[in-house]
C-alpha cells in the first residue's frame, strides 16, 4: 500500500512546481490512500444531443446550475489556432451535420462511473451492438492462434476481423496476424469518448469496416496532472488486481506547443481450478438409450448430474482384448497405484457417466477460471502550431503484455498397454491378466504439471502528422495528413506439452534382465534418455518420466504494419437549402508477417505443433464524401472509395443516406452501403495452428477429442456486404433531456470468409454431405480421439438483422424536488437479433439468433440509472442476455418426436437460461481547495452474485462470452487530478 501526502502551497507559483514534479512520476501501486486539504470538483452527466440522440462528451457539458461561475467548472485546455474537427462516421469536418448512420456514445464519465473493471473493452463490451467479442476469459484454448489474452471487439457477431478500430480517426497497429486490435494498446485514461458506428463503413474508412467502426477519441489537449490507481478482489478472495496509470500534460511557447504523457500499469491474479458451485451441475448430452425409430422418443437427451468416464486422473481401463473381452472395463487406479472398480451409475455412455462415480473426473475442475496478466502502456504526443493554418505533431506508444492461463490437465484417451506391461502386471496381478493381449486406458495424469500457455506480446506505434483550418472558396475548409508504422512481436509458447514419439516410448515398459522397469526402446539404444512412465494411479510418475516426454515448444511471430493517409474537408459550393461539403482523400496501406519456430517444436506434439506464417499485401486507396443539403431539414450523404489491393485487385464501395427532420421533435435517417473485406495475412499465408476441442459424435453420442488444424487460402476473394439501416430519433420538446432512437439493420456478406469448425464437420459428414468426411481421421497417437484439417473459404453468405433501441432520459432532481441539487440520468440500450445465418453452400443453414453455442442472443440489454451530484454520484448497471437455445439444430419434444434427422435431431430439453447481472458504482469528491480534485470510487460488479450461463458441455460448464465467471468482485481506489 502506497501512502501520497500532498500539501498545499500559498502561492500560485507553488502549485505550478508541484505540477512540474509530479509529472515523470508513475505511480505503481495496490491501492492509495490520499490526503489533500483542499477543494474538489465533479463534473455533471453527460446531456443527450438533441437533434440526434448522440450523447455528448465530457468536454460538451454544461457544469449544473448551482455551479455556474464557481471552481466547479472545468480546467481551460491549451489553446490551439489549428485544432481540426473530427466526427465519427465520416471525414468530413463539420459536427453540425446530422450523421445518417446511428452512432452511440460513451463518455468519459461513463467509463469512469460505469466501468466494471480497470479494463475499457469490458465497459464496451456492455454494449448491446456488440456480441462474441474475444477476451481474456474466453480465449483460454487459443493455445496456437496467438489470440490468447486479445480483448478484441465483435460488431454484430461477424467477427473482430470485420470490426475495425480506430485511435482519434486512423488504424490501430494490429496485435496479431490476423489484423485484429487489442484494446488493451489503447491509453485508456486519456480516452475522452468511444463513438461506436454500427453498418458498414468501407467507403469512409476503407477493408475491415463492414459491420462498423469503434473510434476511441483522446483527450489531446489535456492539461494538468491526473494519477489514477484501484485494486480489486473477487467475492471468493481470489482474482485480486491492481492498476494504476498517470497522465500529465502542459503546454509551452505561450500555447503554441502542447506535450501529453501518460501510462499505465495493470496486473490480475491467475485462477488455475474451479471451486465455484456452479461448475458442478454435470449436465451433458448423450444419446437416448430408450429411442428407436418411430417410438416417438428424442433422439439426444439432456441430462444432470454426470461426468466423463473414460478419462480419469489416475486412468482407467476402458476396453480389454484377449480372453473375456472387456473383462478388466472400469478398473481406474487411485493414489499410489490403488485398484478400484469405477461405478458407471444409472446411465452410461462409451464416454459420459449419470451419477455413480461421475464426480471422479477432473477435466472440469483442474482448469483455469481466470488467466494471470500484466499490462504496461505508454503514450506520449509532442504537437506544435507552425502557423495559424498548420499544427505539427508525432506520438509513440508502447504496450506490452503477458498472459499465463491454465488451459487444462493432460489428457490422453486411448494408452495402449500390452498385458505384459510390468506396471500392469504390478497392479494387477498376473493371474487377472491371464489371457489378456492389451488393455486401453484414458487419463487426465494428475502427475503431470498442467498445461500452461504463456502469451507474451509488445505493440509499438509511431505517428507523425500535421493538421490544420484555413479559409477556401470564401469557406472554413481543413486538412489534415500523417504517416504511422506499428510493429507487433508475440512469443506463444506452452509448457508441459507431451511428445507424442516420447509418450509412446515411455509407454512401451519392459523389464530388463535385472528385473529394472525400462523402455523397450532403451534395450537397443540404452543411451536415448527414455525413461519408463506409470499410467496406473496418480503419485506414481517418476520425474525422470516427466522430464522426458515433456517439452516447452515457442513460436515468435512479427507483424508490421505502414500506414499513410491525407484528407481535405472544404465547401466549394452552397445550395438554396445551405452549403455542401465535400471530403476527399488517400490513403496506402502496407501489411507484412513473419516468424520463427525451433524444427524441433514444428511437429509430433499433442498440441502446438507452432508453424511460422510468412505473407504481405498492399492497398490503394482514394475516396470523395458529401453532405449536401436539398431542403430545409432534410439532406443526403453519399461516399464512394476506390480500392486496389495487391492480393485480391480493384474493388469498388460506397454508400448513400439521408436524414429528414420535417419537425423539431423527430428526425429520419436511413443508410445503404455497399462494403468489402479482402483476407487478411493469416487468412491467405496461415501455414497452420492447432487447437485442441470436443465433440459430440451425433451416431453414437460419445463426446470425442479433437486436434483440429486451420491453414491458409490463396484462392480466397475478397467477401462484398451490403448493408441497409432505417431508423428515427425521437426528442420531444415537451420532455426535455429525453432522447429515443429505433433503428432496424439488416447485413448480407456474398463470399463471407469462413471456415467450418469441428462440430459441424462431423455433423455434416453424418448428414451425408461425404466432402466433410475427408477431414476427419483417427488420432494414430491415441493423444486424442480424431484429427481434423480445415481453411478458410468463401462462404455463400452470412446474413443478420435486428433492431437497436437506444433511450435515455437527463433530467434535473430539482423537477421533483424544489432547490434539490443534481441530476439523473437513465439510459436503456438492447438489440433484438432477428436473424443469423451463416450459409456455406454446402450443407444446411440454420439460423442461429438465440442460439448461445454459435449465434448472437436473441436479445441482449444495458439500462443504467445514476444520480450526481457536485460532491457524490451513484450508478446502479443492469445488462444481460435474454433466454434462448443450446443449439438452434436441434428440435426439442419429450413425446412423438419424428424420425431421426440427422440436419435437425430432437432433444428433450434445448433451453438455456437468460443472463441478468446488477452492479453499483459509486463516486465521491473529497472537500479540497482550489483547483485539485481528489474522487474516491467504488464498484461492486455482479452484486447478486448470479451464476454464469450453465451449458450441457464437459470442461467448463458455462458460457464464456457473456456470463461472469467470478461472481460478486470489489474495486475501490481513487482518482487525482491537479
Known sequence: MLTIVFRSGRTMTTRKRLKIHLLPFTVISSGAVIFFMEQGHAASPPPVTPDTGRRQPISAQ???????????QKKEKTPSNSEVIMVTGTHIANSRIKSPTPISSLSQSEIQNQAPSNNLADLVNQMPQFAGSTTPQNSRLSLSSGLAGINALNLRNLGAERS?????????????????????TIPQQLVKRVDVVTGGASAQYGSDAVAGVTNFVLDKTYTGLKIDGDSGISDYGDGINYH????????????????????????????????????????????????ASGNGQPYYIRVGNAGTNYALPGGIINSSTGGVTNSLRGIYFGQGGSVNHYNYGSLSTSSVTVGGDHALANDGKDIGLEPMSDRKNIYGRLSYDVAPWMTLYGEGSYNQSEYIYNAGPQYLSAIKLSGSNPYLVDALGSSALQNVSSV????????????????????????????GNFTLFGKPASWNAYAQYGVMHSKEQIYNVMNTAKIA????????????????????????????IDWLGTGVISTAAKDYVLGNPWREERFQEIVSGVNLSMIPFATWAGDANIAVGGEYRDERASGYVPTQYQSGWSVGNFLPTFGHYDVKEAYVEGAVPLAKGLSVNAAVRATDYSTSGYVTTWKI????????????????SHDIRAPNIDELYNAGTS????????????????LSRTTGNTKLKPEKANTTTIGAVITPRYTPGLSISVDWFHTKIKDAIEQFYPQTIIDECYSGYTQFCAAIKPDPTGTRDLLMSASPFNFAKLETSGIDIDASYRFPLRRILKNANGYFVIHGQATNYLKYVSASGLGYAVDTSGDIS??????????????????????????????GHYSNSYVTCTTSCGAYNADYPSINNNHVAGLFYFDLNGTYTLPVQNSAKVQLFLNVTNLANSHPLLVPESGLAADTTYSNLLGRTYRGGVRMEF
Request: aromatic share 8%; glycine share 10%.
Open 854 to 883: 454459435s449465434g448472437p442472443p436473441r436479445w441482449i440489454y444495458r439500462f443504467s440509472a445514476s444520480y450526481t451530484t457536485s460532491r457524490y454520484s451513484i450508478t446502479a448497471v443492469a445488462h444481460g442476455i435474454s433466454s
Open 440 to 467: 486401453t486406458l484414458g487419463t487426465t495424469a494428475l502427475d503431470l504439471p498442467y498445461r500452461r500457455t504463456d502469451n507474451r506480446r509488445s505493440v509499438q506505434r509511431y505517428t507523425f502528422g500535421g493538421e
Open 691 to 706: 487447437q485442441t476441442t470436443s465433440v459430440l459424435n451425433p451416431v453414437t453420442g460419445a463426446t470425442e477429442t479433437v
Open 244 to 291: 494504476t496509470a498517470v497522465t500529465g500534460g502542459f503546454g509551452f511557447a505561450h500555447g503554441k506547443g502542447h506535450v501529453l504523457l501518460s501510462g499505465d500499469y495493470a496486473h490480475q491474479d491467475g485462477i488455475y481450478s474451479v471451486d465455484r458451485p456452479w461448475n458442478f451441475n454435470g449436465q451433458r448430452i448423450i444419446a437416448n438409450p430408450e429411442y
Open 164 to 184: 475495425l478500430v480506430l485511435l482519434d480517426g486512423r488504424r490501430i497497429t494490429p496485435s496479431a496476424i490476423t489484423g485484429i486490435v487489442d484494446i488493451n
Open 657 to 672: 443516406g439521408g436524414t429528414w427532420q420535417p419537425i423539431q421533435d423527430i428526425l429520419f435517417r436511413a443508410t445503404e
Open 62 to 72: 454544461t457544469p449544473p446550475a448551482s455551479a455556474k461561475g464557481s471552481h466547479l
Open 505 to 532: 516410448n515411455a509407454t512401451n515398459a519392459v523389464r530388463s534382465s535385472t528385473g529394472q522397469i525400462v523402455c523397450a526402446s532403451s534395450l537397443t539404444d540404452p543411451s536415448n534418455g527414455c525413461s519408463p
